[in-house]
């Protein structure tokens, strides 16, 4: 496609639930990123892919947070046991190249999460 | 850790007047982005600066790095209401954004 995408648009999860949150970066980048953005608030770093190499995870907040890019492209960042803070929306963004070839970030349209 | 501190936090001007948000850095950048944020939407990619003073323009939007290289500021010249949006900046490396410049604007 043309940009980035992700899916669901919403999600409504329970307390103690699993969710799973998928990005489909443009094609052929390399990098991808997963972003959390509270309300009124900018992106916070979550964890960053090269291909399909976990660089640097160190923005996950917890251990029930995990993210794969098994074949360097797709992503998928998976929460398990879902809390109320985690409500937040989910941002996905990829890029040319590496990231310390600070090309800009593609962000997709987000995934919003509820947890009631 | 590296942190990036945006003023002010939300801006109203009435449509025509100028803007400005200033992003500062506790840190040397090697490089600093601007978003664009509407309501309801998500980041867009303005501008990346990378040159020890530098300035670049987009139409009615001045972009310029500071010559220590620890802040930045974007300066929009007689507002529209298609301003509207949160205004984010990133440090490059660090992937670190500013909490954004809220800017609204009545016609």
């Known amino acids: 496609g043309a940009g980035v995408s992700q899916s669901p648009r919403y999600k409504v999860a329970k307390r103690g639930q699993d969710v799973a949150l998928r990005c489909d970066p443009i094609s052929g980048h390399v990098s991808l990123f997963w972003y959390q953005q509270a309300l009124g608030q900018g992106p916070e770093f979550l964890t960053y892919f090269q291909n399909e190499a976990q660089l640097d995870k160190s923005g996950l907040p917890s251990d029930r947070f995990f993210a794969e890019r098994p074949e360097g492209s797709v992503s998928t960042l998976k929460i398990q046991r879902t809390q109320q803070e985690d409500s937040a929306v989910y941002l996905c963004a990829s890029s040319l190249v590496g990231r310390w070839e600070n090309s800009p970030l593609h962000f997709g349209n987000g995934t919003r999460l509820t947890v009631t | 850790g590296q942190q990036v501190m945006q003023i002010p936090q939300y801006q109203h001007v009435q449509e025509g007047e100028d803007f400005t948000t200033y992003c500062n850095s506790s840190?040397?950048?090697?490089?600093i982005q601007w978003y664009k944020q509407r309501p309801g939407g998500h980041p867009v990619f303005l501008i990346q600066l990378v040159k020890s003073g530098e300035v670049k323009k987009q139409k009615r939007l001045t972009f310029q790095f500071g010559e220590a290289k620890k802040n930045s500021s974007l300066h929009i010249t007689a507002t529209q209401t298609t301003d509207v949006g949160t205004y984010f900046c990133e440090a490059g490396t660090a992937l670190i954004f500013g909490k954004g410049t809220t800017l609204s604007v009545s016609s």
């Open positions: 840190t040397t950048l090697s490089n």
